[in-house]
């Protein structure tokens, strides 16, 4: 069974960047898309940014591209997300899930790691 380990999360005030980092246990074919969630109080679970491990394709969703990059080192089986010019919106709960379809939707991963905090202050 894959499992995934969520750091790097903090606070920051607005503008600022903090990187995250997920490590995986391990890689198979259940976990060919590796991505990046976040939920905020309140709020449904949104899909920040994928990458396919093969060949590192990449998407983002609308609401961080351009700020954020999603990466990954695959000698030491981690994921990154490099998070830039942080808003206050962008405070949430930041889960790292492992799947294999390249999505943004939640109900496609079915490996969750078990979160790490971002809080942005204005």
């Known amino acids: 069974q894959v499992q995934l380990v969520e750091s790097g999360g903090g606070s920051v005030q607005a503008g600022g960047s903090l990187r995250l980092s997920c490590a995986v246990s391990?890689?198979?074919?259940?976990?060919?898309?590796v991505a990046w969630f976040r939920q905020a109080p309140g709020k449904e679970r949104e899909g920040v940014a994928v990458?396919?491990?093969?060949?590192?394709?990449?998407d983002y969703a609308d609401s961080v591209k351009g700020r954020f990059t999603i990466s990954q080192d695959n000698a030491k089986r981690t994921l990154y997300l490099e998070m830039n010019s942080l808003e206050p919106d962008d405070a949430a709960m930041y889960y790292c899930?492992?799947?294999?379809?390249?999505?943004?939707?939640?109900?496609?991963?079915?490996?969750w790691g078990q979160g790490t905090q971002v809080t942005v202050s204005s």
């Open positions: 391990a890689y198979t074919l259940s976990s060919a898309f």
């Open positions: 990458i396919y491990r093969g060949a590192g394709n990449t």
């Open positions: 899930a492992a799947g294999s379809r390249r999505s943004l939707r939640q109900a496609d991963y079915n490996i």
